[in-house]
């Protein structure tokens, strides 16, 4: 006794290709079901305190005169801080030149630095990420523009941490 007859049905009563939608139609509504119906756990700190470290590049040495330790960080144009420095370090600026066989050059800027700046920040932190301000998602590699009361400059984060 042969399982799929000639016509194509198991057992001569249902249609194969009838039992395959009907498979793929109830796998469709369960994996709908358990999206819409499953509880994902979020972890949220809020009020949590962390350091953003922020690359500012070429800067020449009166702009990082008129950075101090405990200046107030803003990014552009808000009214909340972001937060208050807590180290500044100066390093030798550097671009990239290529050589005439095309392989690439570091090479010393002269007269300029790249500034990394070091901000204590109060916001929330999420699974997802770093906020600071209620909405503004921090991220490593994320470029913004920050200004403080005497300085006003492009940035690209470094790095976040929890600790300094």
Known sequence: MMIIDKQG???GKVSVIDLALLIILLGLAAGFLYRQFSVTK?????NAKFY??????PVREYS????????VFYEQYATQSMG????????EAKEIIKKTNGEPLYVSMEDKYRLLITLE???????TGYFVNG????SEGSDLRVQSNKVF???RVETISETI
Request: net charge negative; proline share 0%.
């Open 121 to 127: 920040c109060s916001g929330i932190v999420r699974d």
């Open 9 to 11: 049905r198991i057992a």
């Open 153 to 155: 400059c492009a940035a």
């Open 52 to 57: 953003v470290t922020l690359a500012v590049e």
């Open 135 to 138: 909405n503004t998602q921090l």
């Open 42 to 46: 979020t972890v949220q700190l809020a």
């Open 64 to 71: 990082i005169d008129a950075i101090a330790v405990e200046d």
């Open 84 to 91: 208050k420095v807590v180290a500044i370090d100066k390093l």
